[in-house]
């Protein structure tokens, strides 16, 4: 099986786990039968291997996910990077191109494409396995599988049956007329559908002009911003619709995130008997306690802390935005990093190598950097020059200078402070390293 996953969002919903490298699905809220957390795309990656251990998996995402990608799935997975942001037909026909130029997959091959963040079962991705079958079929030009809804919502959008064997689409109507449509036998639209991998070329060629990876990339930013479903499904009277009747949750806000949650408390938390359906994730070292609530939801971490009433947590969009936020903490593909403290003239930062993983060699043009090694062992590389790095070691680079520094096979730690007028995420060269 052949599968684009669609991996996007903007990470305000879910604040403050969420920021703008670290969406909902890369949040570790999901218990394991080990009793670990895994995050929402290592979920739906481990169904995906489990239905179809051979699948090729595609994740269409920003380039701002692909170290938290890398640090979740490891690097066989394959990354189709959005040079900007677009809409779904653009990222859609990118990927495509990127499977065809990239990975050598056959025009003839079918594929399938779906969002990266519903909470499902397995039986959901049993079900997009048949919808790649019947792609794979070639008796129509598109699959789409629709979601038997659950109650008249007037967030999705619906895929309506008509009397002559075709379909017609509704996007979010109103309550009276979703109640009108359930009882139609309509499904919920939820983005998944599959068809020939030839099929997303030949819409691309006609309607972007070209279906070449490397001329789609390079003119990523000129290209029509339209969704899939307006520009393809919605004209294409060569379809067919799968039922999918089995669990399908979006989890787009902190009421249905912390509904999906196995336990109610994940970090260092704890709630008094007076407490009612309270949920805490914190990923903070402080403790949270929590005495006569109901209804509400308390997170934290590096970001900031959210404490809010369930219902209400879907009204926190607008006040995020409003919010001028340094990114506190990541995910990258070597480990990850959390901001201590925020001075004017330095910065002071927790890093955390995974085993026998590399930063970039790289260089800062604005600022000087002082690591301290707090655990582990390793080696830096400064200037080209290679040396053995222990706890209470302290590394000191001067702007310009080209560094990294590589975790022993017991990962390492360091506190790096960051000095200088203009401390900038984007103030960074890369390099490549050649022992």
């Not at 130029?101 to 963040?117: F, G, K, T, W």
């Not at 075709?166 to 359930?182: D, Q």
């Not at 590399?358 to 830096?380: C, F, K, L, P, Q």
Request: glycine share 8%; net charge negative; hydrophobic share 35%.
């Amino acid at each position: 099986m052949n599968i684009i996953l669609l991996s996007g969002g903007s990470g305000k919903r879910l604040w403050p786990l969420s920021n703008d490298v670290r969406s909902k699905q890369f949040i570790k809220i999901f218990k394991k039968e080990d009793g670990s957390y895994e995050s929402m795309v290592q979920r739906i990656y481990s169904q995906i291997k489990t239905v179809d251990k051979d699948a090729t998996v595609t994740i269409a995402t920003s380039k701002s996910q692909v170290s938290a990608i890398h640090n979740q799935l490891g690097t066989e997975v394959g990354i189709s990077v959005e040079p900007c942001r677009r809409d779904t037909f653009a990222a859609i026909a990118l990927a495509a191109a990127y499977l065809h130029d990239v990975r050598s997959v056959d025009e003839d091959e079918a594929v399938v494409v779906c969002p990266v963040d519903p909470y499902v079962e397995l039986s959901y991705f049993e079900r997009v396995n048949d919808l790649y079958k019947a792609a794979q079929s070639g008796k129509k030009n598109i699959y789409l599988m629709g979601i038997e809804p659950t109650y008249p919502s007037e967030k999705y959008g619906y895929i309506r049956p008509d009397e002559n064997g075709g379909y017609s689409y509704t996007e979010k109507p109103t309550r009276e007329k979703a109640e009108e449509y359930m009882r139609r036998s309509a499904m919920w639209n939820a983005g998944v559908f599959a068809c020939k991998l030839s099929y997303i070329l030949k819409k691309s060629r006609e309607l972007l002009g070209s279906c070449e990876y490397s001329l789609l990339f390079n003119d990523y930013e000129k290209l029509e911003n339209i969704s899939f479903d307006y520009a393809v499904v919605e004209a294409e009277t060569s379809i067919e619709v799968l039922r999918y009747s089995g669990e399908w949750r979006d989890l787009g806000t902190w009421n249905t995130l912390s509904a999906a949650m196995a336990d109610p408390i994940v970090g260092n938390g704890k709630v008094d008997e007076s407490c009612e359906n309270v949920h805490i994730i914190n990923e903070l070292g402080i403790p949270v306690l929590g005495i006569g609530l109901k209804d509400m939801v308390i997170s934290a971490s590096p970001q900031g802390i959210l404490v809010s009433d369930r219902e209400a947590s879907s009204r926190i969009k607008p006040l995020v935005d409003a919010m001028d936020q340094q990114i506190m903490f990541a995910e990258k593909s070597w480990g990850k990093y959390r901001v201590l403290d925020v001075e004017d003239g330095s910065l002071t930062v927790n890093v955390a190598l995974d085993p026998d993983q590399m930063m970039n060699y790289h260089s800062h043009e604005h600022r000087d950097e002082v690591w301290t090694v707090i655990a582990g062992y390793g080696r830096t590389i400064v200037d080209g020059m290679e040396q053995p790095v222990k706890v209470g070691d302290v590394i000191t680079m001067a702007a310009g200078c080209k560094h990294t520094v590589i975790a022993g096979p017991e990962g390492l730690k360091l506190i790096e402070v960051q000095l200088g007028e203009e401390i900038s995420v984007s103030d960074k060269k890369k390099y490549e390293w050649k022992p």
